[in-house]
Nanobody, 123 residues
């Protein structure tokens, strides 16, 4: 059982930055793809970013150029650096583990999920 734990959410003004962290309790972290998703009230959970076990990355069009996903295998941690935040980025952000090397854009293809961390961007 892998339990990802997110941290780093909070309240920020538009144009500001936040860095989310997600620590996963597994010795084989380096073998797995990781993803970040978000869910705003009344909306479905949507893909934000993914990183493969080889550290190849992919982003939703809405965050491309503003968000950066990275991983530190020595710390079993994945990060989401969020810059130039906009009010539309307001959501609960979830970290997910996919027990495969390649990431996915589809939530159903991830195996373990964190509890989520709230990000609120004020205008």
């Amino acid at each position: 059982q892998v339990q990802p734990v997110e941290s780093g959410g909070g309240l920020v003004q538009a144009g500001g930055s936040l860095r989310l962290s997600c620590a996963a309790s597994t010795r084989t972290f380096s073998r797995y793809a990781m993803g970040w998703f978000r869910q705003a009230p009344g909306n479905e959970r949507e893909f934000v970013a993914r990183i493969s076990c080889y550290s190849t990355t992919d982003y939703a069009d809405s965050v491309k150029g503003r968000f950066t996903i990275s991983r530190d295998n020595a710390k079993n941690t994945v990060y989401l650096q969020m810059n130039s935040l906009e009010p539309d980025d307001t959501a609960v952000y979830y970290c997910a583990v996919r027990m495969a090397c390649g990431g996915s854009l589809t939530p159903n293809e991830y195996d373990f999920w964190g509890q989520g961390t709230q990000v609120t961007v004020s205008s």
